[in-house]
């Protein structure tokens, strides 16, 4: 299994994994042979990349959740956002159904490390991003060992945390240039509303809406709406801070492409006691994997091969390949164990 970007797509390649849309339809099933008319769709449909190889390797890498409930949970978002942009609320029940799931996944599935292999399209990226950055508060919360009631308002405060977007007109959100001042203080007032829409729901804890009001904070005061430090930010908006960063890093926008796992992380330790909590960033970088599957890197002796497997943090398999060309995962090739240190250089991802 490995990722590649559409522009690199060639007929004949295989799709290791099932390509959704944002409302939960298949738009292309896992082992489709790829035609020309089909990687037009992609494009069209603004699919920054895809998982090539065989579906059967790839049904082998264990996520944190389900394909199933993954588009379950993008799809009830894409539902309940909607009815938010038309009649100003929306039902929480299916939301919350789909987030308890998605705690009981993440807990039986907690000595996988994790990685977060969805592929979305241009026009999906919130809901992705919110499933995404509840997944990842998810992890947190369980290393935190907060009890099964907290975890659920940590998790439902992570997946609506943007909620208040529904109320930021499309030619901002979607801007695919850099935002001017008058767009940027705009686009902030998203943390607001999406507390204000939060606290209209009496069955939902203050602390999710209050995820929401904070989620743009940072401990050093440098974030907004209010410039809050340390402490004064809830516990549960800076975790979801943390997994909001990350996924935004890693995620191709309309703007710019995704920067790699590995930087991302990099860049998430850089920050650590000036933007973030010391403390939610050493548990973050224990638990998400810099390389995930499906990667090609360079050894430092120069070797290229493809990651096959995270058995544990700081662990990675790699299944060399006879040359950087080499498009599809060599099923024979000899295999080499790496140990990476948080503090060292590891492999370059081509
Ligand atoms: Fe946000």
């Known amino acids: 299994m490995q990722i590649k970007r559409v522009e690199a797509l060639k007929p004949g390649m295989q799709l290791a994994r099932t390509i959704y849309t944002s409302d939960g339809r298949i738009l292309l099933s896992a082992g489709t042979i790829l035609r020309e008319s089909y990687i037009k769709r992609l494009i069209e449909f603004g699919y920054p990349a895809v998982y090539i190889g065989d579906p059967a390797v790839a049904a082998r890498v264990k996520e944190p959740i389900s394909e199933v409930t993954r588009h379950k949970a993008m799809k009830v978002l894409h539902e309940g956002f909607s009815a938010v942009k038309v009649g100003?609320?929306?039902?929480?029940?299916?939301?919350?159904?789909?987030?308890?799931?998605?705690?009981?996944?993440?807990?039986?599935?907690?000595?996988?490390?994790?990685?977060?292999?969805?592929?979305?399209?241009?026009?999906?990226?919130?809901?992705?991003?919110?499933?995404?950055?509840?997944v990842l508060s998810i992890v947190m919360g369980i290393a935190l060992e907060l009890d099964q009631r907290n975890l659920a308002e940590l998790a439902m405060g992570a997946m609506l945390h943007d909620v208040g977007k529904t109320q930021i007109p499309e030619k901002i959100l979607l801007k695919s240039s850099k935002l001017n001042a008058v767009e940027w203080e705009e686009m902030k007032r998203h943390a607001r509303f999406g507390f204000d829409l939060l606290r209209l729901k009496p069955e939902l804890s203050a602390k999710a809406a209050h995820v929401a009001y904070q989620h743009h904070e940072r401990v050093n005061g440098s974030g907004y709406p209010r410039g809050l430090v340390d402490d004064e930010i809830h516990l549960f908006a800076r975790i979801a801070s943390v997994a909001d960063t990350y996924d935004a890093m890693t995620s191709d926008r309309v703007y710019r492409k995704g920067v790699p796992p590995h930087l991302a992380l990099q860049a998430i330790a850089g920050l650590r006691g000036l933007q973030f909590d010391p403390e939610l960033v050493d548990i973050f970088l224990k638990s998400v994997v810099p390389y995930p599957p499906g990667c090609k890197v360079e050894l430092a002796n120069g070797d290229v091969g493809m990651v096959v497997d995270n058995p544990r943090p700081g662990e990675i398999v790699v299944r060399l390949m006879p040359h950087e060309e080499a498009d599809e995962l060599e099923a024979e090739g000899p295999t080499v164990s790496l140990y990476l240190r948080a503090d060292a250089v590891g492999p370059r991802m081509l």
């Open 88 to 134: 100003g609320t929306f039902d929480l029940a299916p939301i919350e159904d789909v987030v308890y799931s998605m705690i009981d996944e993440v807990i039986i599935n907690s000595d996988v490390a994790v990685h977060l292999t969805d592929i979305r399209s241009h026009d999906d990226y919130t809901f992705g991003h919110s499933v995404n950055v509840c």
